[in-house]
């Protein structure tokens, strides 16, 4: 019998994917890990258009993507402290939590990542892979989400 629950337990987290976000004031970089946990791909950058409708946008890639976590990059500045952009961020975690609750989703789970250095490390990756700076302008966020998610499962 323990061996079932342990089993179902552990199909339930493997099945249930995390969602990783990297949160500007233009755009919205998005990830999504594979179902086993292992690796973070880009899917997609949404251009802001206002917190609710942008907050909406993300409910629907949660659900098309079946997640269970949403993983926000956190902009801290290097000494740890907040920024303006932080304080964005944490009103964009709050609305998205109040609408996760309102549309009936409250067992998704929004957390924090640090993401301090993830665009510089986003535009690394993209000029090694000898990606045009045009290009790279119109992808950085994504890569920047996909750093910032794949960190975290890192840690997991």
Known sequence: MLWVRFFCHLRERIFMKK????????????AVSDPLLITAQGIMTIQRVGIRKDTTKIIELIKEHDCDTVVVGLPKKLDNTD??????????KTMLENKLRSSGM???QVVYQD???????????????????GKRKKVIDKQAAVLILQSYLDSL
Request: hydrophobic share 40%; no cysteine.
């Open 19 to 30: 969602i990783g976000l990297d949160v500007g004031d233009k755009t919205i970089g998005v």
């Open 83 to 92: 920024s303006i952009q932080t304080e964005k961020v944490y009103e964009f």
């Open 106 to 108: 409250s067992q998704i």
């Open 115 to 133: 993401e301090r250095l993830t665009t510089v490390m986003a535009e690394k990756v993209l000029i090694n892979a000898d990606v045009s700076r």
